[in-house]
């Protein structure tokens, strides 16, 4: 079953196309992983979704329910964190929630829910602008997930973060599906990361959508000319490659 399904989802500006006619499809319960460069169409499509901004042409759904005759519907289901999360400095973390949660009326426990999977409970009563970066990342992230969303839309998450911190959000990520049966969408630029945590991946480039199933499909299916030791990177990297070359785009 699959809670997203996309078709010929379009973006266009005046004088560029950030996505063109891409079709996916994401599996209920899983992490799937949107991979692709900078200026890919990554944050673009999420944006779609969350009615951030409007599609130029083609449709999609989300749980069955089609955008934008389902727009309120459609965001009761899902939590974000686009970009850098947004929160009161000189609020605690506890209190940071607190706001969400009674903009969502849900109940006060559902703030220590939020913070105990995110392994903040320990520093709730200290103001968010003394986090340490990664830190700052777990809040957006509770703040993405306190109401228990059935998808999770996280625009990379692991940002600026140093390798502990990237190791500690990304191993998060993994037990969320579990955790809140619930649907992970997650961008990153880098296929080590995607590699880690998603169990599908879908591959952008220009807008464009290059590739869309497992690691194990795209080991099979694509075969880069210089690559000798299985090297998912070098994969990657000529799939991007080649596609600029057919579209004329100097490296």
């Known amino acids: ?17 950030a996505v ?28 779609m979704f969350l009615g951030l901004t ?42 940071n929630l607190d706001i969400i949660r009674r903009i969502l009326g849900l109940p006060k426990t559902s703030i220590e829910e939020a913070l105990s999977i995110v392994g903040l409970v320990k520093w709730k009563d200290r103001q968010a602008k003394k986090y340490s970066l990664g830190m700052k990342q777990r809040l957006g992230l509770a703040i ?7 998808i999770l839309i996280l625009d990379e998450p692991t940002n600026g973060l140093d390798p502990v911190g990237v190791h500690e ?33 879908g591959i952008l480039n220009q807008g464009n959508l290059l590739f869309e199933g497992s690691i194990d ?4 299916n694509f075969h880069p000319s210089d690559r000798t030791d299985g090297n998912l990177e070098d994969t990657f990297l000529q799939l991007i490659q080649e596609d600029n070359i057919r579209r004329g785009i100097k490296a």
Not at 76 to 93: D, H, K, M, Q, W
């Open 144 to 150: 993405a997930l306190i109401g228990k969303p059935a």
């Open 217 to 220: 499909e795209l080991k099979t």
């Open 54 to 95: 409007q599609p130029s042409g083609g449709a999609f759904t989300i749980n069955h329910k089609q955008y934008p005759q389902n727009r309120n519907e459609i965001l009761r289901e899902v939590g974000s964190f686009i970009e850098a999360p947004s929160f009161y400095g000189n609020l605690t973390g506890e209190e």
């Open 169 to 201: 959000i990304r191993t998060l990520i993994q037990t969320l599906p579990e955790k809140l049966q619930c649907t992970v969408i997650l961008s990153s630029h880098l296929l080590s990361e995607i590699e880690r945590v998603a169990d599908t991946i």
């Open 1 to 17: 079953m699959n809670v997203i399904v996309t078709e010929n989802l379009s973006k266009n500006y005046a004088d560029f196309t």
């Open 20 to 47: 063109s006619k891409v079709n996916i499809q994401v599996p209920k319960g899983k992490v799937y992983g949107l991979l692709g460069p900078n200026g890919a169409g990554k944050s673009t499509l999420m944006k």
